[in-house]
């Protein structure tokens, strides 16, 4: 990994030399439940892109700062998005040197451009589509956003048997 810049006193943007991926990483050590970093949107977008970050049923934003947008998926995320408060929250401690990565279904509904994961944890999903395409049960273990957690709920509704009349 080569350290392209420090981004904040906190935070630091890298390059792995092999993929050209960049990537954040903790230049500190950060608690867990602590504020991460704080977001705001450089602009709204009508369609999802590669690099929007989903925060409600139809919204999407670029996000600001921008090197926000560095914030890699994992399938073992640090941290996850506060989209009420605008916020990144540490799920637990991150050590100096680590990697910042939060579950990208955990906000997005239908992934834009859907991708093999790399993450390489134990927990890996492989392909990342979205949360629509993940069973209730799995995204139960993840932090999800307010409306992917409706969009569930919605879903759950949907396919409940409806109770037919007896007609004996």
Known sequence: MIKLSDVTGKIALYIDPNTGQKHL???????SGSLFHEFSSSEDVEEPTYLSLQIDHNRHIHLKPDFLQYLNHSCDP????????????????????????????STEWAMEQVFDCKC?????????????????????????????????????????????????
Do not use: W
Not at 25 to 31: D, F
């Open 25 to 31: 990483r903790a230049t500190c050590r950060h608690t």
């Open 120 to 168: 390489r944890s134990a927990n890996c999903l492989g392909e990342i589509k979205g949360a629509m395409h993940l069973d209730r049960e799995l995204l139960a273990r993840y932090k999800c956003t307010p409306h992917i957690l409706e969009k569930l709920h919605g879903q759950a509704e949907e396919q409940l048997p409806v109770n037919e009349p007896d007609t004996h």
């Open 78 to 105: 640090n941290v996850y998005v506060d989209v009420k408060r605008h916020e990144f929250i540490c799920l637990r401690d991150i050590e100096v040197n680590e990697e910042i990565t939060f579950f990208y279904p």
